[in-house]
Nanobody
Framework: QVELVESGGGSAQPRGSLSLSCAASGTIFRIVAMAWYRQAPGKERELVASVNAGGGIEYADSVKGRFTISKSNGMNMVYLQMNSLKPEDTAVYYC??????????????WGQGTQVTVSS
């Protein structure tokens, strides 16, 4: 089992900045990728940014140039730096990890979510 614990988030004004962190622990054989998703009220959960073990990074078009995802060398930590925040970034942000717990078994794991609110 893999546990993801998020920290950071909170409230910011438009054009402000916030940062999120996520720590993975548990029975981890290998982490393939880590990502941040978000879900706004009344909307579906959407991918914000992802990073794989090889360093490949993807961003949602809505956050390109404003958000930066990064990881620790061991892939047990992932970060999201959010700059130039907009009210539409308001959502619950979830950390996601695709990890092998044995050499043959992988699954997707989720954190509990952290609220980000952007408002003047």
């Amino acid at each position: 089992q893999v546990e993801l614990v998020e920290s950071g988030g909170g409230s910011a004004q438009p054009r402000g900045s916030l940062s999120l962190s996520c720590a993975a622990s548990g029975t981890i054989f290998r982490i393939v990728a880590m990502a941040w998703y978000r879900q706004a009220p009344g909307k579906e959960r959407e991918l914000v940014a992802s990073v794989n073990a090889g360093g490949g990074i993807e961003y949602a078009d809505s956050v390109k140039g404003r958000f930066t995802i990064s990881k620790s060398n061991g892939m047990n930590m992932v970060y999201l730096q959010m700059n130039s925040l907009k009210p539409e970034d308001t959502a619950v942000y979830y950390c996601n990890s695709r990890a092998y717990t044995t050499p043959f078994k992988w699954d997707d794991y989720w954190g509990q979510g952290t609220q980000v609110t952007v408002s003047s």
